[in-house]
């Protein structure tokens, strides 16, 4: 194998619309053919990263709270929202007070928003519907009061809904926490930190360069990025100007926030707190 060839990083990247001011800067600017960028919905970049397939990525913030010991939070970087994100709904027939013991669909894309529905559901809204997890595309929706859908399927899901009720959970999170919601950060396995910083240390900078100019060339981007959903560039430039991709002192309390939730109900350990965040000179 050529040196050229030798993957020294392998980075995920969720492959939503999302995530566009960050990936397309990413694919235009960064040329170096030892990193590997892999795309995945996040519960798929989820399992590569716990099963070390991946050195790092933007994965749902579930999967850090769930293997805190795996992995340090680069810092700076997140994807959230401070109010409504437009891409992460439960849509439902019903006001969400009558869903108790109503049959609710999950999707299987994304462990940190079913965690967040549940606590809006039991915990703000004290209801216990029916779960269940499948496919958006291929099950019988007629089955279920209720659909969790995210990503670009909940950008597809709300052009054509025929739902009374569209609750966009990080708008719910807010007015009941008055804080934001962080769905995904960039997660780094234990040992790539210790064993190599200073690739880190690129790579961290490169993210944080793709942040400020992706968020800076938003036009650019919906140009490229509208037609995959398929949506205007007018809608695709509202949508993406409301997702935030920093990680500063109300994100971490947000995380923290979180965590307490998922801690209290026993879906995580409480190592998952303090957070423990791999810093480095570029931010």
Not at 13 to 23: C, E, K, Q, R, S
Not at 84 to 110: N, W
Not at 129 to 135: A, L, M, N, R
Request: with cysteine; hydrophobic share 35%; proline share 4%.
């Amino acid at each position: 194998m050529k040196e050229s060839e030798i993957i020294l990083a392998r980075i995920g990247m969720v492959n939503y619309l999302n995530t566009a001011p960050i990936h397309e800067k990413w694919k235009s600017t960064v040329h170096s053919e030892n990193w590997k960028i892999v795309e995945d919905p996040p519960a798929c970049l989820n399992k590569k990263l716990a099963d070390g397939d991946i050195d790092m990525g933007f994965v749902s913030c579930y999967e850090y709270g769930r293997n805190p010991e795996k992995y340090k939070i680069l810092s700076g970087l997140s994807i959230s929202a401070n109010g409504p994100v437009g891409s992460v709904f439960l849509f439902s027939h019903v006001p969400m007070e009558q869903l108790e013991q109503a049959p609710v669909l999950f999707t299987s894309q994304s462990e940190t928003s079913v965690s967040l529905v549940k606590i809006i559901l039991e915990e703000f809204h004290d209801v216990q519907p029916i779960y269940s997890t499948g496919d958006l595309k291929t099950v019988n929706l007629d089955d279920f009061k209720a659909v969790l859908a995210i990503g670009d399927d909940a950008l597809r899901f709300a052009e054509k809904s025929t739902y009374l009720y569209e609750y966009d959970l990080a708008d719910i999170w807010k007015h009941q926490t008055g804080l934001p919601f962080v769905f995904a950060l960039c997660a780094v396995r234990e040992e790539f930190c210790a064993n190599h910083p200073e690739i880190l240390t690129e790579i961290h900078k490169e993210l944080l360069r793709c942040r400020e100019e992706g968020k800076r060339d938003l036009e650019e981007i919906c140009e490229i990025s509208a037609a995959r959903i398929p949506m205007s560039k007018k809608k695709c430039h509202q949508y993406l100007a409301g997702i935030e991709y920093d990680l500063g002192g109300q994100k971490r309390k947000a995380l923290e926030t979180f965590f307490d939730f998922l801690i209290k109900r026993g879906d995580i350990n409480n190592s998952a707190l303090p957070l423990k965040f791999y810093q480095t000179s570029t931010e």
